[in-house]
Nanobody, 126 residues
Framework: QVQLVESGGGLVQAGGSLRLSCAAS????????MGWFRQAPGMEREFVAA????????SYPDSVKGRFTISRDNAKNTVYLQMNSLKPDDTAVYYC???????????????????WGQGTQVTVSS
């Protein structure tokens, strides 16, 4: 069985920081591209960050570039999302995802990911 478990969400004031973690099990983590997505009520799931299997390639949308950083520790089977300078518009449920058979270093497409976590709530107050 494959399991992705997110943690680190919570309530933070605008301008603050949070670090999300995603612990993976049941797959060969070091061969998977990993991604973070978020979803607010009534909205489509939105790409946040992606990182290649080796950690050498990352991708971000303009909405978070310069504020968020994705990283991974293959020895711990864990991917992280460091979020700085948080804004109320960052409020959403954040999901970790794994692509076990990547054909490109990173991808922004939800359909490219095979496994998803349950999500962790991030709320940013003004």
């Amino acid at each position: 069985q494959v399991q992705l478990v997110e943690s680190g969400g919570g309530l933070v004031q605008a301008g603050g920081s949070l670090r999300l973690s995603c612990a993976a099990s049941g797959l060969t983590f070091s061969r998977c591209n990993m991604g973070w997505f978020r979803q607010a009520p009534g909205m489509e799931r939105e790409f946040v960050a992606a990182i290649g299997w080796s950690g050498g390639r990352t991708s971000y949308p303009d909405s978070v570039k310069g504020r968020f950083t994705i990283s991974r520790d293959n020895a711990k089977n864990t991917v992280y999302l460091q979020m700085n300078s948080l804004k109320p518009d960052d409020t959403a449920v954040y999901y970790c995802a794994a692509d076990r058979s990547p054909t490109v270093p990173t991808t922004t497409r939800t359909g490219s990911y095979d496994y998803w976590g349950q999500g962790t709530q991030v709320t940013v107050s003004s």
